[in-house]
């Protein structure tokens, strides 16, 4: 049996459509990390005014700042995360538009002592004017990883 050139290049096309699927499963954790435990902020807590903290399902405590207050868009941010009762190996902090995809936005922290981490970061300006932002403090430890997701607006 012959194989024409069209065969070939069908064959070929759907190879790299199945490499492509693969590498894209094989990446989408460090795109979009899954959590074992999810934790709750705390209700009625406002990032543009104070910390906020969670309670943690599994026991233990996160504690989240952002710095300038309020949250300004296009301005280095200072981020740091508090926790107590858990041991982690990595800290991160995802930012991303509720409601709008804003691009990717994810800043690994450095401990800094004493259960704190911190970075820095920067939020883009929404055409819209407003936005609802949800920062998730993604925490990973030898168990497990953990996300909490706190809500907050910038805008007018």
Same mark, same amino acid.
Request: glycine content about 8%; overall charge positive.
């Given at each position: 049996m012959k194989i024409g050139k069209s065969q070939l290049i069908n064959?070929?096309?759907?190879?790299?459509l199945a490499a492509i699927a693969l590498i894209?499963?094989? %990446? =989408?954790?460090?795109?979009?990390?899954?959590?074992?435990?999810?934790? +709750?902020?705390?209700p009625g807590c406002d990032l543009q005014r104070r910390a906020c903290s969670a309670a943690l399902p599994q026991g233990g405590r996160l504690e989240l700042?952002?710095?300038?207050?309020?949250?300004?868009?296009?301005?280095? %941010?200072?981020?740091e995360v +508090?926790?107590?009762?858990?041991?982690?190996r990595k800290i991160e902090v995802d930012f991303a538009g509720e409601s709008m995809n804003m691009g990717f936005n994810r800043s690994v922290l450095t401990a800094t002592g004493?259960?704190?981490?911190?970075?820095?970061?920067? %939020?883009?300006?929404?055409? =819209?004017?407003?936005?609802t932002w949800v920062a998730t403090v993604v925490v990973e430890t030898d168990r497990q990883r953990i996300a909490v997701?706190?809500?907050?607006d910038t805008g007018h």
């Open positions: 064959l070929a096309m759907i190879v790299a894209g499963h094989q %990446l =989408s954790p460090l795109l979009l990390p899954k959590a074992d435990v999810t934790g +709750t902020a705390e700042s952002i710095t300038p207050r309020p949250i300004p868009l296009l301005q280095a %941010l200072r981020v +508090t926790v107590s009762g858990i041991e982690p004493a259960g704190r981490h911190a970075g820095e970061t920067s %939020l883009p300006v929404c055409v =819209s004017g407003r936005m997701p706190f809500r907050f």
